[in-house]
């Protein structure tokens, strides 16, 4: 059994920065603006409507996020009107209000393929339903998470605000912040409950925008008495064929025009997974097609281990076009067990949640290959923490640090 690690409370003075359409972030190269399907089905029209909008761009693509929201960057700043209600137009924002709050996670492949105690797509739904109805919880901030998982453990072992994990037929434990305040109650409770622990959240912080997370209240969240439970061990991602199902992965995390394409021609919707991938219905008899592609079906690819920050030019921080070397690594990526990310500068933006190699603003490839080399051979992980430089945290959810893979 695996135990969730609480993130560390950090000092802050600052509201989140999160963006949205009605709140673009403005970086190097344009705007940003993140989409939340809040774990329901993107239609794959929407997606490529989405990306008309960068058509104009070098290198065109809509970042997979780890909370499995869709974003575009490089989009005029300040974003024009025009552009605004063409992304509302994809159906992607069905809650303009309540847009940066619908930040929901759940067992992708639920209902799909026979694991887990039960489907929690309907809970989702109606929690999502629930969430956008309520014009108080629009104070819950843009890093707020909740976090649903059908008994796998493959959400629930990441951090969260609220969590539900079902744990039997028609039973579920609902937690706040971790696995140490649980309520053990019916899964048809679950989503008033999980309401109104949103609702204790946002009054117990008084419009205090510099409190993020459940973990950084002073008190515990919750009516007493909460238990502690074990969370189940978290599972190896899927990838390929799961039964009829298809899962493939996005290469650094960017869904590109040939992407789009290839998934249009086998299927009308997806479903975002917080790893960067895709779930695809009934779509395992068009794996060769979606690779042929360059999504990637199978655990051999350097692509499932490989990672890199935004970099140049999105970002003006950074030493290198990150992408480009990691594009270039990909062919002569050294075996190894761990993930390798690299970074342009010493912020680090979006480096997975578990151990990684951490390739720092190489100044060449083979300035890469030598550090991911010399990192291997007792698989030692190189752990970073990323450090506060400027009083916000950055050691969680998707903020205002210039990324790709957070
Ligand atoms: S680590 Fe973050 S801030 Fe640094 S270059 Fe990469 S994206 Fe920019």
């Known amino acids: 059994m695996c135990r ?39 239609r794959v029209q929407a997606l490529a409507e989405l990306l008309e909008l960068a058509a104009g761009q070098a290198d065109p693509a809509i970042q997979l996020t780890s909370r499995g929201a869709l974003q575009l960057r490089g989009l005029p700043d300040p974003l024009p009107p025009g552009h605004r209600d063409a992304i509302r137009a994809t159906g992607l924002v069905p809650s303009p209000t309540h847009e940066l709050v619908r930040n929901l996670v759940a067992s992708p492949l639920s209902g799909l393929d026979g694991r887990g105690h039960a489907d929690v797509r309907p809970v989702t739904d109606l929690l999502d ?23 796998r453990g493959d959400v629930i072992c990441d951090s969260f605000d609220l969590g539900l994990l079902t744990t039997g037929a028609g039973r579920c434990v609902v937690l706040a912040g971790g696995p140490n305040r649980a309520w053990e109650l019916p899964l048809a ?84 997974t917080p790893w960067r991938s895709l779930v695809i219905e009934d779509a395992a008899a068009a794996l060769p097609e979606l690779e042929a592609a360059g999504l ?88 970073v923490v990323p450090s506060i430089r400027d009083g916000r945290d950055h050691s969680r959810g998707e903020g205002k640090r210039e990324t790709a893979w957070t």
């Open 129 to 151: 339903a629930a969430l956008c109805a309520d014009v108080e919880l629009t104070r819950l901030g843009g890093r707020f998470l909740f976090a649903l998982d059908d008994g």
């Open 189 to 272: 409770a679950a989503v008033p409950r999980m309401i109104a622990l949103a609702h204790e959240f946002v009054q117990r912080i008084a419009g205090d925008e510099s409190t993020w997370h459940v973990d950084e209240l002073t008190e515990p969240l919750g009516p007493e008495p909460a238990t502690e439970i074990n969370v189940p061990s978290r599972p190896e991602r899927p990838l390929g064929a799961v039964g009829e199902h298809a899962v493939v992965a996005v290469p650094l995390g960017l869904l590109r025009p040939e992407h789009i394409v290839a998934l249009a021609r086998v299927t009308d919707r997806v479903r975002v």
């Open 4 to 42: 969730v690690t609480a993130p560390t409370s950090r000092p802050r003075q600052a509201a989140d920065a999160c963006p949205g359409v009605g709140r673009p972030f403005s970086a190097a190269d344009g705007s940003i603006v993140r989409l939340r399907p809040a774990s329901r089905p993107v």
């Open 296 to 383: 990637v079906t199978h655990g051999g690819s350097p692509w499932t281990r490989l990672h890199a920050c935004t970099g140049l030019p999105g970002c003006a921080r950074s030493a290198l076009d990150t992408r480009s070397l990691a594009r270039r690594l990909a062919p002569v990526l050294p075996a190894g067990r761990l993930p390798v990310h690299v970074s342009g500068c010493e912020r680090r933006c979006g480096t997975p949640s578990t151990a990684y190699v951490d390739v720092l603003a190489p100044t060449s490839l083979d300035d890469a290959l030598a550090t991911i080399t010399l990192a291997q051979p007792d698989t030692t992980p190189r752990r």
